[in-house]
T-cell receptor, first 115, second 110 residues
Framework: DAGVIQSPRHEVTEMGQEVTLRCKPISGHNSLFWYRQTMMRGLELLIYFNNNVPIDDSGMPEDRFSAKMPNASFSTLKIQPSEPRDSAVYFC?????????????FGPGTRLTVL | QKEVEQNSGPLSVPEGAIASLNCTYSDRGSQSFFWYRQYSGKSPELIMSIYSNGDKEDGRFTAQLNKASQYVSLLIRDSQPSDSATYLCAVRNGGFKTIFGAGTRLFVKA
C-alpha cells in the first residue's frame, strides 16, 4: 500500500514567492495533519483536518500560511509570500481517527529553502 | 514549562546495552502516548504506543507509562547500531492534538 505522498520533496525559492506544498493521505484515512520541523522548534503542528474540515489551525504561524483539503485524497499548504524564516521540513501525516488510539503516519516531507 | 519534555541527549550506549529514554508531560488529561523514531533526513515512524499505566513490550522495545507521575519512557534492549536515531515522545489529549517532544538523540556504539 502507498503511504502518505508529498510533493515536491525539495523546494528552493526566493523570498516573496508563493510556495505550494501538496499531500495525498493514505486511502481511507479521515484525518490529516500538517507539521513543520526545524532544529530550533522541533516538530510543530500547523493545522489539522478531520473529514476534510479544518478543525484547528491555531498552529499556523500567520496569515501568510493557508491550507486546504478539497477532498479526502488531497491537501495543500500554501505560503504567500514566503520568507527565509519559513525554511524547514514540512511533513504531512494522516490517520484513521478511532478514539484515542489513532496512529499518525508521516509522509517523506518537503524540505523548503527560502533564499 | 514545555508540554512534552525530553532530554535532547545525545545518549550514547554500547552495542548490546539497554538504552533508556525518558519523557515527561504537563497535561494530566493526556490519554495516548507514542514513541516515534526518526532517522536523519527521514520522517518520523511510530515504534510504540501506550494508553494505560504499566509496561508494554514489543520485541526489543518496552514502553512504560506512569500517569500519576506524568512520565513515559522507552527501553531498548540489546541496542544495535541501527537503533541510532532521534526518538520523539508524543502525547495526545482526549481530543485530536498530538504534542511532540524535541526528541532525544541516541547513539549506539559498535
Amino acid at each position: 500500500d502507498a503511504g502518505v505522498i508529498q510533493s515536491p520533496r525539495h523546494e528552493v525559492t526566493e523570498m516573496g514567492q508563493e510556495v505550494t506544498l501538496r499531500c495525498k493521505p493514505i486511502s481511507g484515512h479521515n484525518s490529516l495533519f500538517w507539521y513543520r520541523q526545524t532544529m530550533m522548534r522541533g516538530l510543530e503542528l500547523l493545522i489539522y483536518f478531520n473529514n476534510n474540515v479544518p478543525i484547528d489551525d491555531s498552529g499556523m504561524p500567520e496569515d501568510r500560511f493557508s491550507a486546504k483539503m478539497p477532498n479526502a485524497s488531497f491537501s495543500t499548504l500554501k505560503i504567500q509570500p514566503s520568507e527565509p524564516r519559513d525554511s524547514a521540513v514540512y511533513f504531512c501525516a494522516s490517520s484513521l481517527s478511532s478514539g484515542v488510539s489513532d496512529t499518525q503516519y508521516f509522509g517523506p516531507g518537503t524540505r523548503l529553502t527560502v533564499l | 514549562q514545555k508540554e512534552v519534555e525530553q532530554n535532547s541527549g545525545p545518549l550514547s550506549v554500547p552495542e548490546g546495552a539497554i538504552a533508556s529514554l525518558n519523557c515527561t508531560y504537563s497535561d494530566r488529561g493526556s490519554q495516548s502516548f507514542f514513541w516515534y523514531r526518526q532517522y536523519s533526513g527521514k520522517s518520523p515512524e511510530l515504534i510504540m504506543s501506550i494508553y494505560s499505566n504499566g509496561d508494554k513490550e514489543d520485541g526489543r522495545f518496552t514502553a512504560q507509562l506512569n500517569k500519576a507521575s506524568q512520565y513515559v519512557s522507552l527501553l531498548i534492549r540489546d541496542s544495535q547500531p541501527s537503533d541510532s536515531a532521534t526518538y520523539l515522545c508524543a502525547v495526545r489529549n482526549g481530543g485530536f492534538k498530538t504534542i511532540f517532544g524535541a526528541g532525544t538523540r541516541l547513539f549506539v556504539k559498535a
